[in-house]
T-cell receptor, first 116, second 107 residues
C-alpha cells in the first residue's frame, strides 16, 4: 500500500487569496494525481504531476489557477489561486503503485477547503 | 465520451438483504473498471477491480461489455457495508469516477 498525508486537512479562506496543499508519500512514486470533489459531485481529475516535468492538466483546469509543484518523487503541492466560493471542495492527492499483481491508485485523506 | 454513471444516489436495504449497486460506463477502448469504497471518516480505498475477478468482503462485480455495465453485488448485506461506493473507469493513467452511491444498511 501507500501512506499518503496531506496538509492542511481543512481550511477556511477568503475569496481572492491562495492556498497551497501539500501531499507527502511514504516512498517514491512516479505519478501523482490531484483530484477535486465538489459538494455532491464525483471526483474529477485536475492534473497529473510527474517529477522532473510540467504537470499535465485536464480539460477545464489551467496552470494559472492550479499551479502544481513536484520537486521530488515523494512530494507534491497544489495551489488553488485567487480563490472564489466555487473552489470550495475536497482536494485529494493520489499515487499509483504496484500492489499484488496489479497497479493500484491510493488516495490521501483529502483537504477540505471552504472559500467565503 | 468517457463517462461513468451511477444512477442511484442512495440505496437503503435491511441487513441480510441482497445488494446491487449499479454502474454503467461509456468508453471506446477496452475498459478497466473498479469499485472504490469510502467508509465514514476514512479515505477512499479500492474495493475490487474487474480484471482480478475476486470477491472482496462478499462483494463481486462482473463486467458486461454488451450492456456496458459493472454492477456491484452482495447476496447478504451487513451493517458494516454502509459506506459511499464509487465506480471508476481507467482512461489512460487516470481514473474517471461516477458520482457515487451511498449504501445504508440497517437492522
Amino acid at each position: 500500500s501507500a501512506v499518503i498525508s496531506q496538509k492542511p486537512s481543512r481550511d477556511i479562506c477568503q475569496r481572492g487569496t491562495s492556498l497551497t496543499i501539500q501531499c507527502q508519500v511514504d516512498s517514491q512514486v512516479t505519478m501523482m494525481f490531484w483530484y477535486r470533489q465538489q459538494p455532491g459531485q464525483s471526483l474529477t481529475l485536475i492534473a497529473t504531476a510527474n517529477q522532473g516535468s510540467e504537470a499535465t492538466y485536464e480539460s477545464g483546469f489551467v496552470i494559472d489557477k492550479f499551479p502544481i509543484s513536484r520537486p521530488n518523487l515523494t512530494f507534491s503541492t497544489l495551489t488553488v489561486s485567487n480563490m472564489s466560493p466555487e473552489d470550495s471542495s475536497i482536494y485529494l492527492c493520489s499515487v499509483e503503485r504496484a500492489a499484488s499483481r496489479y497497479n493500484e491508485q491510493f488516495f490521501g485523506p483529502g483537504t477540505r477547503l471552504t472559500v467565503l | 465520451a468517457q463517462r461513468v454513471t451511477q444512477p442511484e444516489k442512495l440505496l437503503s436495504v435491511f441487513k441480510g438483504a441482497p445488494v446491487e449497486l449499479k454502474c454503467n460506463y461509456s468508453y471506446s477502448g477496452s475498459p478497466e473498471l473498479f469499485w472504490y469504497v469510502q467508509y465514514s471518516r476514512q479515505r477512499l480505498q479500492l474495493l475490487l477491480r474487474h480484471i482480478s475477478r475476486e470477491s472482496i468482503k462478499g462483494f463481486t462485480a462482473d463486467l458486461n461489455k454488451g450492456e456496458t455495465s459493472f454492477h456491484l453485488k452482495k447476496p447478504f448485506a451487513q451493517e458494516e457495508d454502509s459506506a459511499m461506493y464509487y465506480c471508476a473507469l481507467r482512461a489512460g493513467t487516470a481514473l474517471i469516477f461516477g458520482k457515487g452511491t451511498t449504501l445504508s444498511v440497517s437492522s
